[in-house]
């Protein structure tokens, strides 16, 4: 605590020091050769040594303190209070005092020298030895409030335990009352009021108990109303009590204070709303409030809507189950709601149903009752009005039915003879298995199992004949329902007529029949059908129908001549199904198997075809003078003002052209390549020349092949030093440009070493690798960095000369490659990737880190994938910063920090019993820890300079980084000579202070 002596800090010091003597390396001063200092290891004799000693000076302190007491006539005193009140980060007076002693006497707070305590302020040190109370007493205060860890919020639980151990037996009821307002008053927002009290204080204190006698000065808060918990009625009191009363007015006298509503200290205003008013004596817990609630409102003639404060609603239902929903609202005027409702289901929302609540209880409700006929997930939406018109509205979701329960969407034709085909869609078709019955209202049923889906969402099944009660007179057509039956369940039902089929027309498809057939897109293919009873003049329609696609096209229609020939369109490319119909009836119809249509093989251009490519555009682009409005000037190449035949040889002779050519060249097509970026085959400036991997359009692949062409082996000067990282990586790309091999390369030959890419060659490949490290794979980006690094470690020593020799590895231009050489070359490689790695935080675990270099804020942890906090009582995961660096052992956190997804603060860390500041720029200790408080295992990616020493238990007996650290702990004779002399120091102190008694 900010007051305790300096002995307690000795005695802290001591205390802590003792602990890991075991590890402290002494050094004796002296010895020969001129009074140098010789180390040595503590050994057990040591230690013993060492502890004893402070373990005596530590009994003579306590020894010294009780004489000084005795002589000072000091007693100990019976410690009571009763807290009255809730208490939270930020507040002072007796009560403060009161719950520090408690803390002190739990042994929360260390006060060893026997400090008085008054005048303390309840900080982060106070909220934390709290949340230890808390939890010391969890069964208490936290389970029966649904919580697992402290809040640092002393409230109801909070007081009645501390009443239990330390309260001064029955509180006396508060002496002040509180007398305007104190319930059903409604004051307009910056009009004059006068708050009214009265104050009958009597003073009364058990025998020696310590008590402090109450001011007649007065404090003044402003706190919102929440309405009382109804019975199976969500409640709508906040469970974490982190909501800050507002402050009227302190330090006041009498016993009314006039106030212009709405006004409070720091010139906020407060919301309409309701609230109750709370008179405290200054610094003290002794308070009333109103007795019930008054309102604040804008004008005397404004209306709220109405508030929605929860429901009961179910969340998964059977098909045709009935569900009951029940809304709870209330209206801020008190008056009669109205509800209505709609269902999400388009069969029976057609009218919404609604329903008026008594005005006689505050939280009013309303409940409804639907069912629904078929599987799904559906949306309720739900309306509450008042008598003005207001409104508010709320939601909720039911799944309806098995969610892998066969549906039925479609049925395709809804009528047909028996021995046709039929199409079922719909969704939760099983590959094998699937039955589909025709359930028909003649009396019978029949259907076809063991029916494959292909693709879960399609069936097809052919017309069954039903069978038929004796006697029965058939009608024609029959009114049958369709079912899907399988392993998962039965589906809902569709409607389907079964027609006579004497004169009934039918189409069967002979080709394509079997399946399996692969069709080349834009090849003409030859379709085969039967038919009858269709003349030969009707017109015929094919279809083709995507099995995955959303895709239905007609590509040929003809008489009914038996075949058709069809082109197969080249967009496409998968499997998909022919469906012949007749252009008048299209409910006559036949229908194929899958079969798959491929696209054509496509080679891209080799390198020497796009450089013939490129000569080919440049040769039809000709042009002169170049300001002709249909000249190209990215085909310019040489910059003489016209395209003609010197450009054509330019590309040509593009490996042998001089750097400065080069450069021109280059540039000026990749400009022409990215003026018709994104172009397609039949645009206006489309260019097949340009199209390098000859798929339709132009890209940033066609881009990426015509540049490799150009680039072909060229070799490039060296850069002018100094090099960056940047600059080193082009010289290491000119490495590689300068080393070409192929396959009829000999086998060991130096310049294998830079097959970057370990396609067995070095190439433009290998040049591309080194552009694109930031976007290689882990695997890529290692084999890539490895193999350049022992190249350059095969020529370290290489001076001019040297065949090994090369000057683009010579980075300070010494004339020979050196370990600086390699350090820098491996360090511009890693400059482009991200360093980070991946701990894993075991379930119900301590994780212990370091941060090794640099430094670590809490929000470079919630981008490392920190578990957020839906409420603070229920913490997923805390952040514990330690003050040793390193700590000792078991040393007790300093700070415990979470992150919370906060309404109005959105995701940000927090700091426990600091309310709601945000500390997501803090940054944690050198040793910091992880508490997983959830049941499940999750990772974390952190910066490479975060070191993790490994997941334990919580609350182990030692720490892994105990050991780790272990050295670090070590102290020299020196450091322990001047502890002991400190407490050695406090004990004089205290033997002058006997002696002058």
């Not at 049923?445 to 038929?468: F, H, Q």
Request: with cysteine; charged share 10%; glycine share 8%.
């Amino acid at each position: 605590m900010k007051k305790f002596a300096s002995v307690f800090s000795v005695v802290s010091l001591v205390s802590i020091l003792a602990v890991p003597v075991s590890s402290f390396a002494v050094t004796s001063s002296g010895g020969a050769g001129g009074g140098g200092g010789t180390a040595v290891s503590a050994n057990s004799d040591i230690v013993a040594q060492l502890q004893a000693q402070i373990a005596a000076l530590l009994a003579q302190v306590q020894q010294l303190q009780a004489q000084l007491g005795a002589q000072q006539g000091q007693t100990p005193a019976v410690f009571c209070h009763n807290w009255t009140n809730n208490l939270r980060v930020g507040d002072r007076g007796n009560a403060v005092d009161a719950l520090v002693t408690a803390l002190v006497r739990e042994g929360f707070i260390p006060n060893p020298s026997n400090e008085r305590i008054y005048g303390e302020d309840f900080n982060e040190q106070v909220a934390s030895a709290v949340v230890g109370f808390q939890e010391k007493y969890a069964s208490e205060i936290l389970t029966p409030n649904g919580l697992s860890h402290g809040t640092g919020y002393v409230g109801a639980s909070t007081r009645a335990k501390l009443n239990r151990l330390y309260g001064c037996g029955q509180p006396t009821q508060p002496s002040i009352t509180v007398l305007s307002p104190n319930g059903g008053e409604s004051w307009t927002k910056g009009t004059a009021q006068t708050i009214k009290w009265q104050d009958g204080a009597s003073f009364s204190c058990p025998p020696n108990a310590v008590c402090l006698r109450a001011s007649t000065i007065y404090d003044i808060k402003l706190a919102q109303y929440y309405p009382p918990c109804v019975v199976g009625a969500p409640c709508a009191i906040p469970r974490y009590p982190y909501i800050y009363s507002y402050i009227i007015a302190t330090a006041v006298g009498g016993s009314s204070y006039d106030w212009k509503v709405g006004n409070t200290k720091g010139d906020a205003v407060a919301p309409d709303g309701l609230y109750t008013v709370q008179i405290c004596q200054s610094g003290t817990s002794t308070c009333d409030s109103s007795d019930s609630y008054f309102k604040i409102t804008s004008d005397s003639t404004s209306n709220k809507p109405p508030v929605i404060s929860g429901g009961a609603f179910p969340t998964t239902l059977s098909v045709g189950q009935t569900g009951t929903w029940t809304i709870y609202a209330s209206d801020p005027e008190n008056g009669a709601l109205s509800y209505s409702v709609d269902w999400g289901d388009v069969l029976t929302a057609l009218s919404p149903l609604s329903s008026t609540a008594s005005p006689n209880s505050f939280i009013q409700n309303a409940t409804f009752t639907h069912s629904y006929s078929s599987a799904g997930t559906y949306t309720v939406n739900f309306k509450v009005a008042d008598n003005t018109g207001q409104v508010a509205r709320t939601s909720a979701t039911v799944q309806v039915g098995n969610t892998s329960q066969p549906s039925i969407t479609n049925v395709f034709p809804s009528s047909g003879p028996e021995d046709t085909y039929v199409i079922i869609s719909g969704f939760n078709f099983t590959s094998t298995g699937n039955e589909v019955r025709f359930d028909c209202y003649s009396g019978g049923g029949a259907g076809e199992t063991n029916i494959p889906s292909l693709d879960g969402k399609t069936l097809k099944s052919s017309v069954p004949t039903v069978p038929i009660q004796a006697g029965t007179v058939i009608s024609y057509p029959l009114s049958c329902k369709i079912t899907v039956n399988n392993q998962n369940g039965t589906s809902n039902s569709m409607p389907f007529s079964i027609t006579s089929d004497n004169t009934q027309p039918s189409i069967t498809i002979t080709s394509p029949w079997s399946g399996g057939e692969k069709w080349l897109a834009g090849s003409t293919q030859t379709v085969r059908w039967n038919s009858s009873n269709i003349p030969p003049t009707n017109d015929m329609q094919i279809f083709i129908i995507g099995k995955t696609q959303n895709y239905s096209q007609i590509i040929s229609n003809g008489p009914n001549i038996g075949y058709m020939p069809i082109t197969i369109p080249t967009a496409l490319n998968g499997d998909y199904e022919l469906m012949i119909s007749t252009s008048i009836n299209r409910q006559i119809y036949s229908g194929s198997v899958y079969f798959t249509i491929t696209a054509p093989t496509v080679i891209p251009m080799t390198d020497a075809e796009i450089i013939t490519a490129l000569q080919s555009i440049v040769r039809s682009h000709q042009c002169s003078p170049i300001t002709v409005s249909s000249c190209d000037n990215n085909l310019d190449l040489d910059n003489s003002g016209l395209v003609n035949v010197t450009d054509v040889s330019i590309i040509g002779a593009v490996l042998t052209l001089s750097d400065s050519q080069f450069d021109i060249a280059y540039k000026k097509i990749i400009a022409a390549v990215d003026a018709r970026m994104g172009l397609a085959n039949g645009a206006a400036n489309y260019e097949s020349g340009f199209d390098a991997n000859r798929n339709g359009g132009i890209d940033q692949d066609d881009k990426s092949r015509i540049s490799k062409a150009m680039i072909g082996t060229r070799v490039y000067p060296p850069t002018i030093q100094p090099l960056t990282n940047a600059d080193i990586l082009v010289w290491l790309e000119a490495v590689v440009r300068n080393n070409p091999t192929s396959s009829l390369t000999p086998v060991g030959s130096p310049s294998f070493d830079f097959d970057l890419s370990g396609d067995g060659r070095v190439n433009a490949t290998d040049q591309i690798t080194l552009r694109n490290l930031s976007s290689l794979s882990d695997a890529d980006f290692q084999m890539a960095r490895d193999k350049m690094v022992l190249a350059i470690q095969k020529r370290i020593s290489s001076a001019v000369g040297n065949p090994l020799y090369d000057a683009y590895l010579d980075f300070d231009n010494s004339g020979v490659i050196t370990i600086d050489d390699l350090t820098k070359a491996r360090n511009a490689m890693n400059s482009t990737r991200p360093v980070t790695h991946t701990v894993t935080l075991n379930p119900s675990s301590d994780n212990f880190f370091q941060v090794t270099s640099g430094s670590l804020t809490l929000s470079q942890l919630t981008s490392a994938g920190f578990v957020t906090t839906l409420m603070p009582g229920t913490r997923l995961e805390e952040v514990l910063v330690f003050a040793g660096n390193p700590p000792s052992p078991l040393e007790s956190a300093s700070a415990t920090y979470y992150q919370w997804n906060y309404q109005s603060g959105g995701i940000a860390f927090y700091k426990v019993g600091m309310g709601l500041t945000q500390y997501s720029n803090d940054t944690v200790s050198p040793y910091f820890m992880i508490r997983n408080n959830t049941t499940s295992a999750h990772t974390l990616t952190l910066p490479t300079n975060v070191k993790f020493f490994g997941s334990t238990v919580q609350n182990p007996t030692t720490r892994p980084w105990d050991t780790a650290t272990s050295t670090t702990q070590s102290a020299s004779l020196s450091e322990m000579a001047s502890v002991l002399n400190s407490v050695q120091a406090a004990i004089n102190q205290l033997k002058g202070q006997l002696g002058t008694q």
